[in-house]
């Protein structure tokens, strides 16, 4: 069982920025993608940002990329999410998730689908205009 606490929600205005932590405990011994999705009110949950577990490949949605950033650091067992260039659309509930390790998809794969077998808490974020 793997145990997922997100932090760093809150609010800000259009235009600034936000930094997401997700702290991983337990087994960690997980699939080969982490990352972040997001829920707004009425919305389906989508994916964000995803990371390989080596650290080393990202992806993102189109709705996201060029502004936010995910990262990993294994010492910590901890995935970021760095939010720049904030926008009210971005206002949703952010979720850290994770899979069993006998889990095998692409990252981007991995992104398009909400499935996941470990999930967050989820921590809010507010973007007002």
């Known amino acids: 069982q793997v145990h997922l606490v997100e932090s760093g929600g809150g609010s800000v205005q259009a235009g600034g920025s936000l930094t997401l932590s997700c702290a991983a405990s337990?087994?960690?011994?997980?699939?080969?993608?982490l990352g972040w999705f997001r829920q707004a009110p009425g919305k389906k949950r989508e994916g964000v940002a995803a990371i390989n577990i080596a650290g080393v490949n990202s992806y993102y949605s189109d709705s996201v990329k060029g502004r936010f950033t995910v990262s990993l650091d294994n010492a910590k067992n901890t995935v970021y999410l760095q939010m720049n260039n904030l926008k009210p659309e971005d206002t949703a509930m952010y979720y850290c998730a994770a899979d069993r390790a006998e889990v095998i998809l692409s990252c981007p794969r991995w992104l398009a689908s909400n499935e996941r077998n470990y999930w967050g808490q989820g921590t809010r974020v507010t973007v007002s205009s």
């Open positions: 337990g087994d960690t011994y997980v699939s080969n993608c």
